[in-house]
């Protein structure tokens, strides 16, 4: 790169009649270089005047009026006025006049003490869930002086949502900072703008929870909050990149993965370190996390409907079919729904997120509604029979392959049986049975009324 004395030197030579070939040799610069600079000439030299600058007044009219698009200014004053301008002419005005974009201000810099601060905010971004391309809220929290970062994505962002984030991130940095930095959005606030706005009385009560204080900048100062505001482009450019998901756990578990292992371990260069190592010494001065910490959910009240369902979301919950018209209590977790019946838990559900008008149905809450459903399966009888005695079991699976349909008549004799005489008699009977192949109830009595007598009855 040629230094600016060297260009004037290089000017200055030319000026005097010295050839490229010479100030070349003299200089220990090539040829090429030499003649780029005398084809450039002074650039302090007065700017060549243009004969469409007399249009100036009508550009600057027009680009106003067109949102800056040179190509539709191009094309109005052809329309309008009958002025041909050469785009190539119309741009070069453009850049001389500085009418393109605004002049850049100087920027300052905030400087935060350990632990005095975190920043919060979110972003939409195009993700790849079950292979269906979503607009999901990515959030995130940093703290302002070792630029350690939380990430996690949500299918929405409401107040409940919030609350679950917070508490998570609150978690992962182990510790919360005395003021968090947010925006002016009614998720948090409930009325003002800046420093003076209200915050709702539950997120206030959140915070207080956590020994913090939520401050919304002030409008149209984004960069008040540049701590979380500049990593969400980082974190659309090298954490999605690439990347597909099977449904909000795994891009959440791979968010804080990336969180670990890439981004709180990557050195910045206005660090000296990475956030890592600057959150040791960050650590020592945030507040410490409440050594209970309540479980964050949102309570409905649903009335089960016919079907044996409570609504939530435009999702039906399954609970027991004896609590149909009842009113319950619905606690809506980040990835559960717990039913209660008064003080009783009577259902818990994993939380419908990817899709909408489904069910979720436990086994056991809705037996079959139709008796040719009902018999499916073994009977109750049958049920309480087996499991303790293998002859006991073989006699049984005989005894069904003996009787008509599931044989619910005769094993539940044999049911009467075994409660009405003692273990061992019985057992015996059954052991005699099975070995001659007897399924007669009647005589299988017979046979235990045998083994009883003397024991249990004065027969003599």
């Known amino acids: 790169m040629i230094t600016p004395a060297y260009r004037q030197t290089i000017l200055e030579m030319a000026h005097k009649g010295v050839g490229i070939r010479a100030i070349s040799r003299m200089l220990k610069i090539s040829r090429n270089t030499v003649r780029g600079v005398l084809k450039q000439g002074d650039p302090h030299a007065p700017v060549k005047e243009s004969k469409y600058d007399r249009h100036l007044p009508i550009i600057k009219d027009l680009l106003r009026e067109c949102r800056g698009n040179a190509v539709r200014v191009r094309e109005e ?19 001389k006049e500085n009418l393109g974009a605004g002049k850049k201000k100087r920027a300052g810099e905030y400087v935060f003490e350990p632990g005095e601060e975190m920043q919060h905010d979110t972003s939409p971004h195009n993700i790849i869930l079950g292979a269906r391309k979503i607009k999901a809220q990515c ?8 630029r350690r970062i939380y990430v996690q994505y949500y299918p929405c962002f409401t107040r409940f949502e919030c609350r679950v984030f917070l508490a998570k991130a609150f978690e992962y940095m182990d510790g919360t900072a005395g003021k968090c930095i947010i925006d002016n959005t009614h998720v948090i606030v409930a009325d003002g703008v800046g420093p003076d706005a209200l915050i709702t009385p539950e997120m206030e009560h959140f915070g207080r929870m956590y020994q913090t204080r939520f401050e919304p900048h002030w409008l149209n100062k984004p960069d008040r909050k540049a701590r979380v505001e500049r990593p969400f482009h980082y974190i659309e450019n090298n954490f999605l ?138 009977c109750r009888e049958e ?30 004799r044999l049911l009467n049986l075994q409660r009405s005489y003692p273990g061992e008699p019985f057992m015996a009977a059954v052991s005699t049975a099975l070995q001659y192949g007897l399924y007669d109830l009647a005589r299988l009595e017979k046979i235990i009324l045998d083994n009883t007598a003397g024991d249990f009855f004065d027969l003599t």
Request: glycine share 4%; charged share 25%; with cysteine.
């Open 77 to 95: 004053p052809a329309s309008r006025h009958d002025i041909h301008i050469p785009y190539q002419s119309l741009t070069w005005i453009i850049r």
């Open 139 to 146: 959030a995130a929290l940093v703290l302002a002086y070792s």
């Open 241 to 378: 990149s690439g990347r597909t998901f099977t449904d909000w756990q795994d891009i959440n578990t791979q968010a804080i993965d990336w969180c670990n292992k890439v981004s709180n371990q990557k050195h910045k260069r206005s660090l000296g370190m990475s956030p890592d190592a600057a959150y040791i010494m960050e650590k020592l001065s945030l507040n410490p996390l409440p050594p209970v910490v309540p479980p964050v959910y949102k309570s409905y009240y649903r009335v089960v409907d016919i079907q044996g369902y409570v609504h939530l979301e435009t999702n039906r919950y399954s609970v027991p079919h004896n609590l149909v018209g009842a009113r319950l209590e619905v606690q809506k977790h980040w990835d559960k729904v717990l039913i209660y019946n008064k003080q009783a838990m009577v259902a818990e559900h994993t939380r419908i997120l990817e899709k909408r008008d489904s069910r979720s149905t436990l086994p056991g809450h809705h037996p079959p509604l139709h008796r040719k459903d009902a018999n499916l399966g073994p």
């Open 383 to 412: 049920v309480l029979l087996t499991g303790d005695n293998q002859e006991l079991d073989c006699y049984v699976q005989n005894l069904k392959k003996r009787s008509r349909g599931r044989g619910v008549l005769n094993l539940r």
